[in-house]
């Protein structure tokens, strides 16, 4: 072991505690998904914000022989900062604990749930790729994505094929659009005023940026674009216009184009093409045209560990797609070899920006 030579005995504690809680770090996001899948986060929901054990086993439906394992449970989601937990004296049984829900999983509850999209990240078919990140890495490119080196196909592909995968990823992506779209209307709303009057979301899914847009302003006419199964099971009732099409082929003329957590799907050469078809959709920039689009920007925001962990996290785990984060330096080379001349960052969504691009 090299360390050992003139390290002390707590140097070596503090490294071994660290090895420890990084290989457990998947038993943090387990116990998370075993959360959601019991649905605790509305079991304390249900009881005011506060619940004991007995009444979150109650809630929860546990198999009788497994209620004894849920304070095990409880006190990793208590331990991580998903649930809060005091004790309270009964006069039955003594000190009880009682569990709160915390900022987090407040998150997880009611109508902007947040629930949708972490129970899509944490299924084992989004989850099974990763543990054969080391197998990939020896492999050459070309090669497939590494989720279809696990399931010999493309995420796509699979959501093209399985209605229920597809309505995972929808619920999913509705869910961070309800709450993201929120934020984005609130803090920066200008940005679909200022000479927007029309809007296509670039493959927007069932639309609910779009939805959100047009209701906050009803000049905008909204328009949503995507492939033709998902068209297929767009909303009736709403203002939004659904396209069936393909981003790669054309996009419908606007003033403005809208690409929320969609470029950092794919590579290169394929935003480029995206965003030139954008280019070739959009009047020129004293006419109104702007490319808005909502995604990362690799060292942009806060710098605190945190935010730069989520960051780094995500640019790892689009290699499931072959996609990538990009730091500034990416978009701008981006931007200008699709023709644009300018573009704007924002860095007020978290680990997230809204950037706006002009012809």
Excluded at 61 to 88: I, Q, W
Excluded at 127 to 153: A, M
Excluded at 225 to 245: E, F, K, N
């Amino acid at each position: 072991m090299a360390l050992m030579n003139g390290s002390s005995s707590q140097a070596l504690l503090d490294a071994q505690l660290e090895l420890w809680h990084t290989t457990f770090a998947y038993i943090k996001s387990m116990a998370l998904k075993s959360a959601l899948d019991l649905r605790i986060p509305d079991a304390i929901h249900h009881h005011g914000g506060a619940a004991t054990l007995p009444q979150i086993a109650s809630k929860a439906m546990l198999h009788p022989s497994k209620v004894p394992y849920l304070r095990r449970l409880m006190r990793v989601l208590a331990a991580t900062g998903v649930f809060n937990v005091e004790l309270r004296s009964s006069s039955c049984s003594g000190d009880e604990p009682v569990y709160a829900l915390t900022p987090m999983s407040r998150l997880l509850v009611g109508k902007r749930s947040l629930s949708p999209i972490t129970a899509m990240i944490l299924h084992p078919t989004f989850v099974s790729p990763f543990l054969g990140l080391g197998s990939w890495f020896q492999r050459e490119l070309p090669d497939p994505s590494i989720f279809k080196q696990t399931h010999g196909q493309t995420l796509w592909e699979l959501a093209d094929r399985d209605a229920t995968f597809d309505a995972l990823i929808n619920d999913g992506m509705v869910s961070d659009s309800l709450f993201t779209m929120d934020i984005v209307l609130k803090e920066c709303g200008d940005v679909f005023q200022q000479g927007v009057s029309s809007l296509v979301d670039v493959a927007g899914g069932l639309g609910a940026s779009a939805q959100a847009i047009s209701k906050a302003f009803p000049h905008v006419k909204c328009s949503v674009l995507d492939l033709d199964h998902v068209v297929a099971m767009a909303p009736s009732d709403t203002d939004v216009q659904y396209i069936a099409g393909d981003m790669f082929e054309s996009l419908p003329p606007a003033n403005a184009m809208f690409l929320k957590w969609v470029l950092h799907d794919w590579g290169h050469e394929e935003c480029v093409k995206i965003l030139k078809n954008c280019r070739k959709a959009i009047p020129p920039r004293d006419g109104g045209g702007k490319v808005i689009i909502i995604d990362i920007v690799v060292g942009a925001g806060p710098s605190d560990l945190k935010h730069r962990e989520v960051q780094a996290f995500f640019d790892l785990y689009m290699v499931i797609v072959n996609g990538i984060e990009r730091d500034e330096h990416e978009w701008k080379k981006i931007f200008f070899e699709a023709g644009f001349r300018d573009y704007k960052i924002t860095p007020v969504l978290g680990f997230r920006s809204i950037i706006e691009v002009y012809p």
